[in-house]
């Protein structure tokens, strides 16, 4: 029968009579966004208790530190047959953002899955060799002899990391004397990718820490690489600059190096307890996507404390959150890279 209703909802002719419905304040307790209405201008409720999550535990998907849902990264298959190698370059002009530090404990936690990963330091501070545990004034032969004089050959500059599977091609200040020697060279950007081809087949892996600057030497190492990583200090000022590092890129894809893909913007030193890192990774994710890796590299000093022991945390402090994280880095950087 229409128009009954049943006591107390307000329908049917009684509704005149009734006192208005008052409801007990209720908390607010807004519905978690579901995957796909997500949106990344809003504010991230980033620790989500649990009890909010979802009234059905199969649908709560954990949200990762970027805000976005956090996938599970396998471990990599075991390699079984050797290509050629996909080489990468760390790199932003911003001092200090843990391009050194990245590539160290990338390349430690590749070779802990089996690749065997050459790294090169391409900056003249020297700072990834010394973080391997070389003396900078005792080096026999440095990538400067090899960009310079075409009679040294890889075999003479490559050293052992102190990692198995692990390799370096080490530098020192020297190297600041190629920037401006090789402004006279023919080809002179592409002389790095003309040193590195011989290493193309022995190695999965060849990771190139470049200096804070996007001169010539920086623009090398671009020629060079397959795809670019970006580590990018959560923290506002580490934003700026961002635009013009995407620029340098994009003509170096145009102008020499067109198979040239960024792998991926890496978040370093974050500080979950911040909201300054958060609003920081915010804004990263709302401005690149899913450029952005899921795995961002927590601030601790562990990092400092390997650097002075002269060895990848993975080794040094190898069940720190710090190794996890490259760990974890590694996995998912090896599902966004080609198939091997
Ligand atoms: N996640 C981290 N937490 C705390 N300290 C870190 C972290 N990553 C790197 N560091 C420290 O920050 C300093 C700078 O890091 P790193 O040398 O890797 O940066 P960089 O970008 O290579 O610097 P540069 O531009 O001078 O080459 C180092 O002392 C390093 O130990
Ligand atoms: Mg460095």
Avoid at 125 to 138: I, T
Avoid at 175 to 184: C, R
Wanted: net charge negative; glycine share 8%; hydrophobic share 40%.
């Amino acid at each position: 029968m229409s128009g009954a209703g049943r006591p107390g909802q307000g329908f049917g002719s009684s509704a005149s009579e009734m006192p208005p419905l008052v409801r007990p304040p209720q908390p607010q307790q807004p519905a978690p966004p579901s995957r796909d209405e997500y949106d990344v201008t809003q504010p991230i409720p980033f620790e989500r208790p649990i009890a909010e999550a979802d009234t059905q535990p199969s649908a709560v998907v954990p949200l990762g530190p970027t805000g976005r849902p956090m996938p599970v990264f396998p471990d990599p298959a075991p390699l079984t047959v050797r290509g050629r190698a996909r080489v990468v370059s760390m790199c932003n002009q911003k001092g200090g953002v843990g391009k050194t530090t990245t590539t160290i404990n990338l390349g430690a936690s590749l070779a802990e899955f089996g690749r065997k990963v050459l790294l090169v330091d391409f900056d003249p501070q020297g700072s990834l060799s010394v973080g391997l545990g070389l003396n900078p004034h005792e080096m026999d032969a440095t990538i400067y002899n090899l960009l310079m004089d075409r009679e040294t050959t890889l075999d003479e500059v490559v050293v052992p990391s102190g990692i198995a599977g692990m390799d370096l091609l080490p530098s020192n200040i020297d190297l600041s004397a190629a920037e401006v020697q090789l402004v006279h060279e023919v080809a002179r950007e592409q002389t790095l990718q003309r040193v590195l081809a011989p290493a193309l087949e022995h190695y999965d892996v060849i990771l190139i820490d470049c200096q804070p600057s996007l001169g010539l030497l920086t623009v090398n190492a671009l020629t060079a690489s397959d795809g670019v990583i970006v580590p990018l200090e959560c923290e506002y000022f580490a934003l700026r600059g961002v635009a013009l590092l995407k620029t340098t890129i994009d003509k170096v894809r145009e102008r020499l190096n067109p198979k040239l893909e960024i792998d991926g913007v890496l978040g370093t030193m974050f500080d979950g307890r911040t909201l300054h890192s958060r609003e920081v990774m915010e804004r990263l994710v709302s401005a690149w996507g899913d450029t952005v890796f899921h795995t961002v590299i927590r601030r601790t000093v562990k990092f400092s404390d390997a650097t002075v022991a002269g060895e990848p945390i993975t080794s040094y402090a190898s069940s720190s959150t710090g190794a996890d994280a490259y760990r974890q880095l590694a996995r998912e950087v090896l599902t966004r890279w080609p198939a091997e």
